[in-house]
């Protein structure tokens, strides 16, 4: 069946350096997709989304990259600072009447000070 | 504007009783959802409203029933509760289905004993 995955599990980075987070999709038909972030005892945040009529998004520190070629959404955080520190889910749909989000199994992006 | 906003935060439950999820949107939101978030499972749907009068099935809906109130609440119910429900339980809610980023509560932690 079709299912958004992450390659990694964890990522560790040094406070101030950029962090990348990766995702792996496999439905070729997803047209929409989201970053969250998730901090330990919350619920997901809404951090950026793309459509699938563009290939990058610039928010405040964050820039989502898209390439349909090969189904990968990744998300690049400048300047990476503690409270970076969470767990960042990834999430695709096709839009339309019977639209629902997938939603990845997260990786934990850990900030060394 | 309290976003979304669910109650208890947190409950313990004996094998056997029943317990109602409360969840509140103010944000004038169509589509709503109840995901349950186990260790390496991810989020994983239980049931959603797409629009105020409708409720459908999700991924996980076994055990589980729903009711959308109105347009603002949509509450989860377990009327026998299981060990297996132990979990932590989030709403969320959306302008309209998947074409959109959903907006999640601060989550339910239960525990079933």
């Known amino acids: 069946g079709e299912s958004v995955g992450l390659h990694l599990p964890t990522l560790s980075v040094q406070e101030g350096d950029n962090s990348i987070i990766n995702c792996a999709y496999s439905?070729?038909?997803?047209?929409?997709f989201i970053w969250y972030k998730q901090e330990s005892g919350k619920g997901p945040q809404f951090i950026i989304d793309i459509r699938s009529n563009m290939d990058k998004r610039q928010g405040q520190r964050v820039t989502v990259l898209l390439n349909k070629t090969v189904k990968h959404l990744s998300l690049q955080i400048a300047a990476t600072q503690p409270g970076d520190s969470a767990v960042y889910f990834c999430?695709?749909?096709?839009?339309?009447?019977?639209?629902?989000?997938?939603f990845g199994k997260g990786i934990t992006l850990s900030v060394r000070p | 504007n309290a976003g979304v906003t669910q109650n208890p935060k947190f409950q313990v439950l004996k094998t056997g009783q029943s317990m109602t999820l409360q969840c509140a949107q103010d944000?004038?939101?169509?589509?709503m959802y109840w995901y349950r978030q186990d260790p390496g499972m991810g989020l994983r749907l239980i049931y959603y409203?797409?629009?105020?009068?409708?409720?459908d099935k999700g991924e996980v809906p076994n055990g589980y029933n729903v009711s959308r109130l109105n347009k603002r609440e949509f509450s989860l119910r377990l009327e026998s509760a299981a060990p297996s429900q132990t979990s932590v339980y989030f709403c969320a809610s959306n302008r309209d289905r998947g074409n959109y980023g959903y907006t999640f509560g601060s989550g339910t932690r239960l525990t079933v004993v």
């Open positions: 409203s797409a629009s105020e009068g409708t409720t």
């Open positions: 944000m004038n939101h169509n589509s």
């Open positions: 439905n070729s038909a997803s047209d929409y």
């Open positions: 999430a695709e749909t096709r839009t339309g009447a019977n639209s629902k989000l997938t």
